[in-house]
């Protein structure tokens, strides 16, 4: 008998492998089951053009459109991720598309933010006091994410230990369909912050349009008269309803109340809830320390790029070129003032 028939004879095919032998089919994604009120089921209808009835077909046209137009690019499927997606774009197609693929763009070539994210790894930035989550949400519904940049240190650690904090914290957030719908609010408080350290967040403004998440308010405190310079110049290269959502308040905290009610801020914005407590979303964040090395800690598919292109997202710019315009902004604030 020659050896290809012996090979055949003694090797059993796969139809003669019993049913314990088979191989196991890859295992079907969780199932979407929504955890939204009947509220926030009507709010969503209302301003994101979600239809209940319409959710699942929609996650579905924006599955099949990832897997014709970026087959390579290695991303979660499940419905409930990229409903963040179509959420954070109004259900249009094309630009949650577009914003999932900034999103992994991001991912991609931002290595020192996005590798090995998980918060043991940035507990110096989490003892800093650096950001928290305030303890109870806006009249509207909205987390409210406080940053200060003064208790950074430069010496210490570089900007993008806080970055990464920052996007640590838009990650848990933004797994709360709750969040999804109502959005996020942004308080930072600029006291004593120099120029030169403000200038430390040119790359991260650069790269802000590659995450699903609604950012409703942006309100600054305590901002030296310097910023108000930066923020002009800033101010033209935003979207128009982005730039509308920036306040600078100064040091005047009633201005800042009639956005953010007093019985939700700490004292010290003049607020009735106590003291500001970093701790608990800090212990909120290190709970979940096994969820991001599962996100953010496994290697990166060699295939994960678009038709055989570096993934980057649309308009994206280079460390490089973030550096030249922020030499450049420094320096005409700089005569102006």
């Known amino acids: ?33 929504c955890s939204l009120t009947e ?53 249009d197609y094309d630009r949650a598309l577009q914003l ?21 790894a940035l ?3 989490l003892n800093s006091g650096f950001l928290t989550v305030l303890p109870h949400t806006d009249p509207r519904g909205c987390h409210v994410l406080c940053i200060r940049p003064d208790r950074w240190i430069p010496s210490n650690y570089p900007i993008t230990e806080n970055i990464r904090a920052v996007y640590l914290t838009l990650e848990k957030l933004i797994q709360s369909e709750e969040t999804q719908v109502n959005g996020i609010v ?4 600029y006291k004593g912050v120099s120029l030169s350290k403000a200038s430390h967040f040119g790359p991260f403004i650069a790269k802000k349009d590659g995450f699903p998440i609604r950012i409703k308010a942006v309100h600054i405190v305590n901002e030296p008269r310097i910023f108000k310079g930066i923020f002009a110049i800033i101010k033209p290269f935003l979207k128009e309803k982005i730039a509308n959502r920036f306040f600078l308040h100064g040091s005047d905290l009633s201005s800042l ?28 964040l290190l709970a979940s320390e096994d969820d991001f090395v599962k996100e953010f800690c496994q290697p990166v598919p060699a295939c ?17 070129q973030c550096e030249d315009s922020m030499r450049a902004v420094k320096s005409q604030v700089y005569s102006c003032y």
């Open 257 to 284: 109340h009639t956005n953010l009610p007093r019985n939700i801020l700490p004292k010290e914005y003049g607020g009735t809830d106590g003291e500001l407590d970093t701790a608990s979303w800090n212990a909120v």
């Open 100 to 120: 999932l693929v900034n999103y992994h763009g991001c991912r991609r070539s931002w290595p020192e933010v996005f590798n090995n994210l998980r918060p043991s």
């Open 123 to 125: 507990k110096d930035v």
């Open 304 to 320: 994960d790029s678009l038709l055989g292109q570096p993934l980057l997202p649309e308009g994206l710019i280079s460390d490089a």
């Open 186 to 189: 942004i308080l930072a408080d």
């Open 39 to 91: 509220d926030l089921v009507t709010k969503a209808r209302e301003e994101l053009q979600e239809k209940p009835e319409w959710r699942l077909r929609d996650v579905q046209a924006l599955r099949d459109m990832v897997r014709k137009e970026y087959p390579y690019l290695s991303t979660s499927l499940d419905d409930a991720f990229l409903l963040r997606f179509l959420r954070a774009r109004k259900f």
């Open 1 to 33: 008998m020659s050896e290809e028939s012996d090979s055949l004879r003694t090797s059993p095919s796969v139809a003669s492998l019993s049913e314990n032998e088979l191989p196991l089919p890859p295992p079907e994604p969780p199932g979407y089951v």
